[in-house]
């Protein structure tokens, strides 16, 4: 769904401009409180957030929204969102909030929401909250003496941090590996070097002073330059770059080579496979995921399903069908055995069991095939639709017969940001790059006659 306020991922876009106003964010606290009562007893609510300075001002007026819906607020503080989905199963909380804009530059923001399942919000219920912000709520809000209370609680980077460690063997240890971590200057900061430092590994973190303005700036899953630069400077076996809100991860093997998330659900579901762990005999991912994992796993009989992007889409396919391995190309790695949402510590973790067992550099490891070329190009416009206009459909029909049964072409508007995604792929890398180029350019001409 994307509506006036949800997009793909939630609520997202520039602080202090609408729709991420600190109006709107203590209305969607007021909206989502009232959605999550159940019964009489005292509701209560996890709130984490990432390191950007707007993240203060989301989260206070969140308090108030959410505090006068009645509900009790247990303030997290800098905590990744998978823990946000983690602490509202264990605490027993009504309902989940993260305030991050994931892998975006400081200057967004966004809310997340999680049900008391841990699991994002279905098109419906964020349905029923965005009518509600059009609402006036007042009426129905808590009584004066039904106010809720807020408080920080302390313990819950330990809490996570031994979650992660769980999803492990007892018996495994990372002693022997050298273990670049990039935490992006965001929420994982603290808990992904402790976690790591804790299983054995020797662990040189970068990018963990967070200043309000530098998270994801130039580092983290989205550039991975400043990762591999380190891999090769320290030596190290292998690197992980997380995300700004730790949900995402992509692995750097010790040449310095990036593993996006395809090929790391590629190694998961083959171990998985092999150790009878994996369920529903394939793998869930989007449609943005490259054909060579297709290929790969079929050759391993296992069926790959695709799902419209986000990942809250590939969840809600695994639950509905039964599979436990799932995720986008981008990191979005989504174990259910273990977690709700994605969780790049605990998938960069799963890379680090197979290295262990397997004793092999983490090259030879973690590449399972050979990509599909493919290329993915953006689009900005600001207002319209051009993939309405007719020259648009005739250039996107002519671009599926120019590649073809042997390749694929998506365009689909970015959920969160306003750009057109054109991305093309197939076996002649040269072909590909004229029928993304093309396409790119017929709807730019469109844009500007819009």
């Not at 994931?102 to 965005?130: R, T, V």
């Not at 292998?238 to 991860?249: M, N, Q, S, T």
Request: hydrophobic share 40%; net charge negative; proline share 4%.
């Amino acid at each position: 769904m994307a509506g006036k306020y949800f997009g793909t991922d939630g609520i997202r876009g520039k602080a202090n401009t609408f729709p991420m106003t600190a109006e709107v964010a203590m209305k969607v606290g007021m909206a989502a409180g009232l959605s999550f009562q159940r019964g009489s007893h005292r509701h209560r609510v996890v709130l984490g957030k990432d390191t950007r300075l707007s993240g203060y001002m989301i989260e206070n007026a969140m308090v108030a929204g959410l505090t006068a819906a009645g509900m009790d607020v247990f303030l997290l503080g800098p905590i990744p969102t998978p823990a946000v989905a983690m602490l509202a199963r264990s605490l027993r909380a009504d309902m989940g909030v993260m305030i991050s804009a994931s892998h975006n530059p400081y200057f967004d923001n966004g809310i997340k929401l999680f049900g008391p399942d841990g699991y994002k919000l279905s098109d419906a219920i964020e349905g029923n909250i965005e009518a509600m912000l059009e609402e006036s709520v007042e009426m129905t809000l808590a009584e004066s003496d039904a106010l809720g209370r807020a408080k920080r609680i302390d313990g819950v980077h330990d809490r996570y941090i031994e979650f992660a460690k769980r999803t492990l063997p007892k018996s495994m240890s990372l002693s022997g590996l050298r273990v670049v971590v990039d935490c992006a200057n965001g929420a994982a900061y603290k808990v992904a070097p402790e976690a790591l430092w804790e299983l054995g590994a020797e662990v040189f973190p970068i990018n963990v002073e967070p200043n309000g303005f530098n998270i994801n700036q130039e580092c983290g899953s989205t550039h991975p330059a400043g990762l591999s630069k380190k891999v090769h400077e320290v030596r190290a076996d292998i690197g992980i770059a997380l995300d700004g809100d730790a949900d995402r991860v992509v692995i750097v093997d010790e040449n310095g080579e990036v593993i996006d998330g395809d090929q790391i659900m590629a190694l998961v579901a083959e171990s998985w496979l092999q150790s009878g762990r994996l369920a529903g005999g394939g793998v869930v991912a989007t449609v943005m995921s490259n054909l060579g994992l297709e290929r790969f796993l079929s050759g391993l009989d296992l069926e790959l399903h695709r799902t419209k992007v986000g990942d809250r889409y590939v969840v809600e396919h695994m639950r509905a069908h039964g599979l436990n391995v799932g995720g986008e190309q981008s990191g979005h790695i989504v174990l259910s055995d273990f977690s709700t949402t994605g969780d790049g510590l605990v998938s960069a973790l799963q890379v680090l069991a197979c290295v262990k067992r397997q004793g092999k550099p983490v090259s030879e490891v973690a590449k399972k095939f050979e990509p599909v070329p493919q290329l993915l190009k953006n689009v900005r416009f600001s207002g319209g639709k051009p993939l309405d206009q007719a020259p648009v459909k005739a250039a996107i029909e002519e671009a599926r017969d120019r590649l073809g049964k042997s390749g694929r072409l998506v365009i689909r508007p970015s959920g969160t940001e306003p750009l057109i995604r054109v991305m093309a792929e197939g076996d002649d890398p040269g072909l590909v790059r004229q029928v993304v180029d093309d396409l790119v350019d017929v709807i730019s001409e469109a844009r500007s006659a819009a």
